[in-house]
């Protein structure tokens, strides 16, 4: 059977050259092309070497469309516009496109749902295993805690990160609010400061905290009367997130086109 051709975007970074690796030491799976911005430092390097591995042959360019055509997939853990615009190039394609983007807006959510139509997209907050079977497990008891539980979400990440709250503690949220049978938007609080009242029955509350160069922390908490049921992930190597990517990609090829999650390539789906 033929390796899987993949494209890494946003090569140059930490995720980017992680990802480089993984896919060095996967079977089934081979590097085709890098790509990082017009103007990057890093433009005509290996790929491999600019990961810290031996010469993979695989020159870093700032060309996706030249890139995507020989490819069978993309894993893409860039910004949400560079996200759009590689969606909307893996769709003419007809490649599968790994999204572990984070912080899209829902005008962007959307155009993403648009590319899915052409492609197979798989997109996640988180794409561990450890993330997502605690999200499976989130929802498993959200559905048999009733309101009398409160549910307050806590990340902490490190200091370079962008969004909060994170892409992960959001998918924790959706999963607690589909467990309540509730939107996620009806009932979430995202930031408290000053006098805010009583806490809202049925409310979702979170919290973010960053510094130093912790990787990812989450813990999801059911709080009731006299008794406190906790749940907790702790990555320690960004290596998880590469590995599942990878994992994902491998599972998307030959679906059919539309949009997936982990819980999908994990079999985790209610």
Known sequence: MTDMGLVVVGAAGRMGRTLIRV???TPGARLVGAIEHEGSPVLGQDAGV????????????????TAFAKAQGVLDFTIPA????????????????????????????ARIDAAA????????????????LLAALV????????????????????????DAPSGTALLLGEAAAEG????????????????TGARPRGAIGFAALRGGSVVGEHSVLFAGEGETIG?????????????????AALWALGKKPGRYSMADVLGLSD
Not at 122 to 132: A, E, I
Not at 187 to 192: E, F, G, P, T
């Open 231 to 247: 749940f907790s992930h702790h990555a320690a190597d960004r290596s998880i997130f590469a590995r599942g990517a990878v994992k």
């Open 117 to 132: 139509r052409h492609a197979v997209i798989v997109k996640s907050g988180n794409m561990s295993l450890g993330v997502n």
């Open 82 to 109: 560079a996200t759009i615009g590689f969606a909307e190039i893996a769709a003419q394609a007809r490649i599968v496109h790994i999204i572990g983007t984070t912080g899209l807006s829902v005008d962007e959510e």
């Open 50 to 65: 600019l990961a810290g591995l031996p010469a993979l042959g695989v020159p870093v360019t700032d060309d996706p469309l």
């Open 139 to 162: 929802r498993q008891a959200a559905r048999a805690l009733d309101a009398d539980f409160d549910i307050e979400i806590a990340e902490m990440h490190h200091k370079h990160k962008i």
């Open 23 to 25: 896919i060095a030491e």
């Open 180 to 195: 309540r049978g509730v939107a996620l938007a009806d009932v979430a609080i995202r930031s408290r400061d000053g006098h």
